[in-house]
């Protein structure tokens, strides 16, 4: 089969013939149709996370996918061949920038049923994302005041719907331009990034989801209340996550001086800094399904790419200006070796 592979760092894709993925008993083999790309996907190209996804070289790439259940293990019991599905893949999965992927049948389940097979393959990561610093993190609640910077990203798009369901009031960064866009989202108040300040505009809140690091994540932690949250999803990780991911004696170390300045200014505001790196969980997924099926959270994909442009979709990421998700699609297939 066809996929996108990783052969080196900073090297583009290649689009090679491998071998077709085996099926384990609680796994799924799902023929992929639609492929939401992440920023993740690009940092892994250019070698930015290598020393906590030690990836063996050459890869194939890719977390979200949207697609149908070809074939099922022995002991899956939750979908069926035929289903349609939608999947953040574990990191042991990694590999949907192909015709077809095995993932583990906990990080599946049915994908929504009012939007398109394209618009469901946008959400696993980010959706998931959204869901795990606003509910399991942040415990947002109705109430609270969050600010979500980057608000017309990917995850930016899903987490302002979610707070604002969640009863928070919202406040997001992003260009003019995407102003009214972004109200429509459910945002109660928009800064414009270019021309405002958010630090002086804000204060009190009990929650920022920060996408942008540096400078950006320092002024977040002034803006919140006494015990307030900002959580970092691109950065820098903090011990924490390397205690929970297992790394070695000798990367804790290094996490904790990545993340030393940050968590000194937060203890000094007496508020907190956390990183998260979202996972995988079917069982999140398909709460998020009933919220897209109920109308409360609504897809958002601002370009499709042919499979065979996939690489210009990852060069696409770094441009800006797109609203919401890229996506690459995939004709319906069906696997190459049938019994």
Do not use: C
Not at 127 to 132: E, H, R
Not at 165 to 194: K, P, W
């Amino acid at each position: 089969m066809k996929a996108f592979v990783l052969t080196k760092y900073k090297q583009p894709l290649e689009l090679r013939d491998v071998a077709e993925p085996t099926v384990g008993d609680h796994e799924v083999l799902i023929g992929v149709e639609a492929v939401g790309l992440n920023q993740l996907d690009e940092k892994i190209r250019l070698g930015e996370f290598k020393q906590i996804l030690p990836y063996t070289l050459p890869r194939t790439l890719g977390y979200d996918v949207a697609g149908t259940v070809l074939e099922i293990g022995a002991k899956v019991r939750s979908v069926a061949v035929g289903d349609e599905i939608y999947s953040r893949v574990g990191t042991d999965h990694v590999g949907t920038l192909a015709e077809r992927v095995a993932v583990a049948e906990t990080d599946v389940t049915l994908r929504p049923t009012t939007v398109t097979t394209v618009e469901a393959g946008s959400l696993p990561l980010v959706a998931l994302t959204a869901w795990q610093a606003l509910i399991e993190k942040g415990n947002v609640r109705s109430g609270h005041k969050v600010l979500v910077h980057a608000g017309a990203g990917g995850v930016g798009t899903i987490a302002i719907q979610l707070a604002k369901h969640l009863g928070a009031t919202v406040a997001t960064t992003a260009s003019a331009s995407n102003t009214d866009f972004l109200h429509d989202l459910g945002a109660d108040l928009v800064i414009d990034y270019r021309t405002q300040d958010f630090e002086t505009l804000l204060s009190g809140y009990d929650l920022v989801i920060d996408s942008l690091g540096g400078e950006n994540l320092e002024k977040s932690l002034r803006i919140l209340k006494p015990g307030g949250t900002a959580i970092g999803i691109t950065g820098p990780p903090d011990p924490t996550f390397a205690r929970e991911a297992g790394l070695n004696p000798v990367l804790r170390l290094a996490i904790a001086a990545l993340s030393r300045k940050i968590r000194r200014q937060a203890r000094k505001l007496g508020v907190n800094y956390e990183f998260m790196f979202m996972h995988s969980d079917g069982d999140q997924l398909r709460r998020i399904a009933a919220l897209v099926d109920d109308g409360t959270i609504r897809p958002v994909v601002g370009a499709t790419y042919p499979f065979e442009e996939t690489q210009e979709a990852l060069q696409s990421l770094g441009l800006g200006g797109i609203r919401g998700k890229t996506v690459v699609t995939l004709p319906h297939n069906e696997k190459a070796n049938e019994q």
